[in-house]
Structure formats: C-alpha cells, structure tokens
C-alpha cells in the first residue's frame, strides 16, 4: 500500500488470522503528511513493516526520508494497536504511534488514535481521531506544552474489473501542530490507487489551509 498523505489513520483494516510480516518501499513525489509537506515539496523514500499477529493485533514500523532545515534526515513510526469486529463489517481499530526523529529525539512524541470503519460492497468508509497528551515535542513559542487533535473521515470506492480504487479525505487539526496563529486547519485529498501484482502507482490531490493544493505521485514495491 502507499503511504504519503493518509498516512498510518486511513490503512486499510487488517482481519485477524495467523500470525504474518509483510512489507514495501515506496517512493514519493512529495511526503505529505495531513496536508503539509514534510520533504520540503522533494521527493522522499519510504518503507514499512507490518507484522499481524492475529485475533487483531498488529504491530508495525514504517519509516521516511525528510527534509527539515537540515535537522534530520528520517522519520521512524513505530505503531501497535487491535481491532475490534462490532459487527458484520464494521471495525473499531483502537493503536498507538511513537513517532521518532533520529538526530533530534526532543521532537519524539506518541499519539493514540481510535477509527471506526465500515464496509458495504466496495465502499469502505472510515473516520476517526487521533490525539497527541501534552508532552516535550509539542511545546509552542511559549514554551508551553499543547496537546494535538487530528479528527478525519474518508472512503474508498474499488472500481470493478481491476480499475484503480478512488479515495477521498478530510480532515481538522487543532492544537501544536496545526500550524495555525488563530488556530485550526483543515486538509482533503482525492486519490486514484492502481496495484498491478507487487507494484502500486498513486496519483494524489492534496490540498490544506496552511498550503497549496498539490498534486503528488508515488510507486511502491511489495517485498
């Protein structure tokens, strides 16, 4: 799967069965990330592992190159969490992500996120929130300590006849990240994904109220 701008809060839902690793490397246009770019609009190398342990438990480690005023160079997201069948078809997926920043550990923070998701025939529709406590990183010019709220919602469309899946997203952030002096900013993308055996290709629309709409592209190899 590819992952720029949806990044870990719209992954598909994992079904519970034995436990199974699996991977990719993906190469972007652009990593953006709820709407804002993290390579400074470059092109950026992606990976990620994914380990499923059954009766919904997963684990996973997806790592990027990024572009920060010369900071850093990478980005390391280290993520756990369990889903849950409340019924037939819909999913709470409850997880928890360390994002870590080698070179700069005083921007290292954790964030919880909660997501229910839906399917009916080949809509799947999902939305969410994903909250980062007070905490070092998320310290403002104030030098005050500011929790982050990111709410989204989304859905996927499978075209028949192996035709790529459209996606669209919205979301709101409000708190340290948002970038914001008033406060608040709200991002969409709209998304065509193809998956030819081990190679996807994306073409991404990305647009936010602290950017640009952009549009991005990207090609990942299942390992």
Excluded: C
């Amino acid at each position: 799967m590819l992952l720029l701008a949806l990044g870990p809060a719209l992954l598909p839902a994992r079904q519970a069965q034995a436990a199974d690793v699996s991977g990719n490397v993906t190469i972007v246009s652009d990593y953006r990330y709820r709407g804002l770019s993290l390579s400074e609009g470059k092109p950026a190398v992606q990976g990620e592992l994914d380990l499923d342990a059954g009766k919904g438990f997963y684990g996973g480690l997806w790592a990027s190159t990024i572009r920060s005023g010369g900071k850093t160079s990478s980005e390391f997201d280290w993520s756990g969490g369990r889903e849950f069948e409340l019924a037939r078809a819909v999913t709470l997926d409850l997880s928890t992500t360390y994002y870590t920043y080698p070179g700069a550990p005083g921007d290292d923070y954790v964030e919880g996120t909660a997501a229910l998701s839906a399917e009916h025939g080949p809509i799947t529709g999902k939305a969410g929130v994903s909250f980062a406590p007070a905490q070092r990183a998320l310290e403002n010019e104030a030098h005050r300590k500011v929790a982050n709220a990111y709410y989204f919602a989304g859905a996927d469309y499978q075209l028949p006849h192996h035709l790529p899946k459209l996606s669209a997203k919205f979301g709101y952030e409000r708190g340290s990240f948002d970038g914001n002096p008033s406060g608040g900013k709200w991002d969409w993308s709209l998304a065509a994904q193809a998956d030819l055996r081990r190679v996807s290709l994306l073409v991404m629309l990305v647009d936010s109220g602290a950017s640009r709409a952009t549009l991005l592209a990207g090609m990942s190899l299942k390992l």
